[in-house]
Nanobody, 116 residues
Framework: QVQLAQSGGGLVQAGGSLRLSCAAS????????IVWYRQGSGNQREVVAS???????NFADSVKGRFSISRDNTKNTVYLQMNSLKPEDTAVYYC??????????WGQGTQVTVSS
């Protein structure tokens, strides 16, 4: 079992930045991939970014060049750095751990609101 605790959301003006944290209850290095999703009001959940087991990263076209992923293994935490935020980035953001054993664990979600 792995618990994921998210933090770092909030309200920011367009053009601003936020950093979301996804802290795991145990080390996730090599355990699977971290996937960041978001769900805006009335929208389906979409993949924003992911970090593979090997450390590679992938980003949705809508956030490429603005979002980045980093991790601090000493804190079992993965970060989603969001820069140049736009109103359309407004959503609830979730982190998910998809393990190599076929399990999936979710954070509780955190609201990001970008005002114009």
């Amino acid at each position: 079992q792995v618990q994921l605790a998210q933090s770092g959301g909030g309200l920011v003006q367009a053009g601003g930045s936020l950093r979301l944290s996804c802290a795991a209850s145990r080390s996730t290095a090599g355990l699977g991939q971290i996937v960041w999703y978001r769900q805006g009001s009335g929208n389906q959940r979409e993949v924003v970014a992911s970090e593979t087991t090997g450390g590679g990263t992938n980003f949705a076209d809508s956030v490429k060049g603005r979002f980045s992923i980093s991790r601090d293994n000493t804190k079992n935490t993965v970060y989603l750095q969001m820069n140049s935020l736009k109103p359309e980035d407004t959503a609830v953001y979730y982190c998910s751990l998809q393990t190599i054993f076929g399990h999936e664990y979710w954070g509780q979600g955190t609201q990001v609101t970008v005002s114009s």
